[in-house]
């Protein structure tokens, strides 16, 4: 393989989720979207799958040919279906699963599972994903197209009040677009912290008039705390003068909507899989403002210097000159606004006592629980 350009963090490409070994015989001369192997996947890992039971769950069962001896100790996997939340916490605390992943229930319920005897729980395992919740903001459009508007929004928020209260204390506040669990994160780049009268001060300052652009917040779909956060943000926003209304919508009208840039503001949370090149990025580079994904500059933000700042630290080979130029990047996006740098995500997972080796990597719960072993 040849690449067109010096691409620093291309090894880190071959990570869980980024690049999948899938077997080219199976694959060669077919289409791919209609190749029955992907409703009948064969993997290179620890366990072979056995079915899919649609809308219940997936069975994987031992594969006796991997490749490591004695691997895996499991003999089965079962990975249930539960639509929401409230369902998976109750499933959990029945005894009907044995893992919750982070991010499964909801953070209200998260210190009750935790204080269940015989039950372990964790934070470790996320630091590949060092996943950062933003509020993005439509900036095709009056008023999150001026610049002091975007800053006064961010002034106008609470960030550690959200994570303490609506999170419950899980999560980290967000000082700008790197996760400080990221490599090239600089704890010195400048914050625009909580400050409503320096909130009000900038939207006089911005000459808008915030009366004729009523601002409409689309609620993030993803379990009470998001449409707690969405009730927050509208406070805190109308007391520094906005006009705010919250807009509901379900997991797939909320992708549609913002992959199309039909909104005025709502959140989303990000992983920035272990460099800034491959997780950051795509949220702010001009090229990237295409639709079709709720994963890409969706904002619309675009700054010329900030787009070079990006591609000359992707291709850099020098970790100083990656981390100056990436120094430079963070101290742009958080004075531009590019978006509302809300917290790290800190997701919880849940396990029986019982479960050993659960989390071994950066990657958590989405390992190939090869090294996984009951008591």
Known sequence: MALKAPFAPFIQLFGTDNIIVVPAHIYEGTDFATNPANQHPIGTGPFKFEKWDRGSSITLVRNADYWKPELPYLDKLIFSVVPDAASRAVAFEQGRVDVLRGGDVDPVDVQRLKALPGVDNTTKGTEMYSTITSMIMNQRKPPFDNAKVRQAVTYAIDRKFIVDNVFFGIGKVATGPISSTTMFYDPKVPSLGYDPKKARALVKESGVDLSKYPVKILDYPYGSAWSRLAEYVQQSLEQVGFT????????????????????????????????????????????????????????????????????????????????????????RLVEDAANVYLFENQNVTLYRSKVNNLITSGVGTNSNFESVYLK
């Open 244 to 331: 705010v209304k919250i807009e509901a919508t379900d997991a797939g009208g909320w992708a549609k909507r913002v992959a199309n840039f039909e909104f005025d503001t709502t959140f989303h949370f990000t992983d920035q899989f272990g460099d800034p090149a491959i997780g950051v990025s795509r949220l702010f580079v001009s090229s990237n403002i295409v639709k079709g994904s709720p994963f890409v500059n969706n904002a619309g933000y675009s700054n010329p210097e900030v787009d070079k700042l990006f591609a000359d630290a992707a291709a850099s080979t020098s970790g100083e000159e990656r981390q100056r130029l990436y120094s430079e990047v963070q101290k």
